[in-house]
């Protein structure tokens, strides 16, 4: 009998120590392809050492969780579904099949499984924070609102968060609101630029300018040189009637090109308080171009023409000479002085705008209408 045993415990050894070492080899593979960022060799080895039927959960996670990082998410979503089956409780499970829903565009679906966890926990803050941000994907601002406001109080010093609901605080004007979302989450993170930069905002709309200045300055000195914090940082400087600072801040705009209609409008009202009525008048002027569309002189010109085709000359000069007040093209005098010549008869007139079409020097592929104003004029003279 004890020689039976012993040749047992023989024979079972290496079968032993056989699966203990193919186990080992198993995860160690399987290990190396998670630290190495290989998920689909992941997935791909778990297949193949896994034949269906697979009924073992740690088994089916393991596949679930490979081809999602892998990419695969129609695939990871089966076998999450797979464990939902056997455990429609699982919280975890049902967040991840939620999120695999929202990175494939399925924002109705997502949505269904985030309410079922919310249904049976609602301190769940990475639940609000996805189900806010389908409802921005949505544009429903009120849900968004809602849900980033749950999320905000479970967690209030998280900076996407009080972020995005400080925004949108500011589109409603609700100021007060929206600087204490932000005071907080700056509390925990005072370095953080993104919620510096909301403060900056609530700050200025609070009229709290010395700390907007401030601010502004901590950001610039960083380098962060974006023109909002700079119109920002001038427009404050103009409220506390620090004029010299206002435009030398906001100059900056000026000499590499992004200044806007406001800043070239604050730097004019500056100078004027300044009583430099020579730049106020500058500067007001280049905010009228700022303001005005480079396209508005073509748009008026594509009126006119419309009215010429319809046999509308008086409507089609009106807006030919509006085009003139936006930017100069020579062949609207031309156009301008065919419509007197040739539908209103008008000699004068017509003599006047060939003439003005020639001195505006037009290109060398205009040179037929130049040709034919030319000889036009002549013509007209004599008659």
């Known amino acids: 009998m004890k020689v039976t045993l012993l040749n047992l415990i023989i024979f079972l050894l290496p079968l032993t ?3 203990q070492q193919e186990s080992k080899n198993y995860n160690d593979i399987l290990l190396d392809y998670y630290q190495n960022q290989r998920f689909a060799e992941a997935a791909d080895f778990l297949i193949k050492n896994n034949p269906e039927p697979i009924n073992n959960q740690k088994t089916l996670a393991a596949l679930a969780y490979s081809s999602q990082m892998a990419g695969r998410l129609s695939i990871a979503e089966g076998y999450y579904e797979r464990i939902y089956a056997s455990d429609s ?9 939620g999120n695999i ?34 409802a921005e994907q949505k544009s429903d601002i009120l849900n968004q609102l809602l849900n980033l406001k749950k999320a905000n109080k479970i ?3 998280e900076t996407d968060v009080a972020y995005d609901l400080t925004n949108i605080y500011i589109r409603f004007n609700q100021y007060n609101n929206a600087d204490s979302v932000i005071t907080t989450a700056l509390s925990a993170d005072t370095n953080n630029f993104s919620l ?3 403060k900056i905002q609530v700050d200025y709309h609070l009229k709290k300018y010395e700390e ?8 610039l000195n960083a380098g962060e040189q974006s023109t909002r914090i700079i119109n920002y940082l001038g427009e404050s400087y103009f409220n506390l009637k620090k004029y010299n600072e206002c435009i030398n801040g906001l100059k900056t705009l000026d000499s590499n090109n992004t200044a806007t209609e406001t800043s070239f409008y ?8 300044l009583k430099n009525m020579k730049m106020a008048i500058i500067y007001f002027e280049k905010a009228i171009n700022a303001a005005i569309s480079g396209n508005v002189k073509s748009y008026y010109g594509e009126i006119a023409d419309s009215f010429n085709q319809i046999k509308l000359p008086v409507e089609a000069i009106s807006n030919y000479k509006k085009s003139l007040l936006y930017g100069e093209l020579p062949l609207t005098y031309y156009e301008i002085a065919n419509i007197y010549d040739i539908d209103l008869h008008n000699k ?15 290109n060398s592929d205009k040179k037929a209408y130049l040709n034919y104003a030319k000889q036009r004029i002549n013509q007209l003279k004599r008659h």
């Open 17 to 19: 120590l056989f699966a």
């Open 89 to 97: 409780t699982n919280n975890a499970i049902i967040y991840k099949l």
């Open 101 to 134: 829903n929202l990175k494939r565009g399925n924002n109705s679906k997502a949505l269904g499984y985030f309410k079922k966890i919310i249904a049976r926990d609602s301190n769940n803050f990475n639940v609000y924070k996805q189900m806010a941000f389908i």
């Open 155 to 157: 967690n209030p010093t």
């Open 196 to 198: 510096l930069d909301g």
């Open 212 to 219: 907007t200045i401030w601010e502004c300055n901590i950001m």
């Open 266 to 273: 604050f730097m004019a009202m500056s100078y004027k308080a």
């Open 348 to 362: 004068t007139l017509a003599i006047n705008y060939f003439k003005k079409f020639v001195k505006s020097n037009p």
